[in-house]
Nanobody
Framework: QVQLVESGGGSVLDGGSLRLSCAASGYLDSVPCIAWFRRVPGQEREGSATSYIWRDKTYYADSVKGRFTISRDSANNTVYLQMDSLKPEDTAVYYC?????????????????WGQGTQVTVSS
């Protein structure tokens, strides 16, 4: 069983930066696929990942490519999402998720473990 706890959310102005953290209670390397999903205000949580990291491979949705960077610190059982050049449309609750499978996926339904979410608000 893996428990995930997100932190690092907050309020910033358009163009600002935030770094989200996803701390895993278990052995992070036992769940090599960690992803970030988001839920925009007034909508359901997106079914496709914003970003994921699988071992040393990374994925970014087109909407965040070039602005967000995902990284893993296995020694501290933590995955980070560095978010730069934030836009108001990035405002959402951000969730990290993990899956046990041998590969990563952009599909939310494939993830077994979820954090509680952290709010990111970007104002113009």
């Amino acid at each position: 069983q893996v428990q995930l706890v997100e932190s690092g959310g907050g309020s910033v102005l358009d163009g600002g930066s935030l770094r989200l953290s996803c701390a895993a209670s278990g052995y992070l390397d036992s769940v090599p696929c960690i992803a970030w999903f988001r839920r925009v205000p007034g909508q359901e949580r997106e079914g496709s990942a914003t970003s994921y990291i699988w071992r040393d491979k990374t994925y970014y949705a087109d909407s965040v490519k070039g602005r967000f960077t995902i990284s893993r610190d296995s020694a501290n059982n933590t995955v980070y999402l560095q978010m730069d050049s934030l836009k108001p449309e990035d405002t959402a609750v951000y969730y990290c998720a993990a899956r046990d499978g041998g590969y990563c996926s952009t599909a939310a339904y494939r993830y077994e473990y979820w954090g509680q979410g952290t709010q990111v608000t970007v104002s113009s």
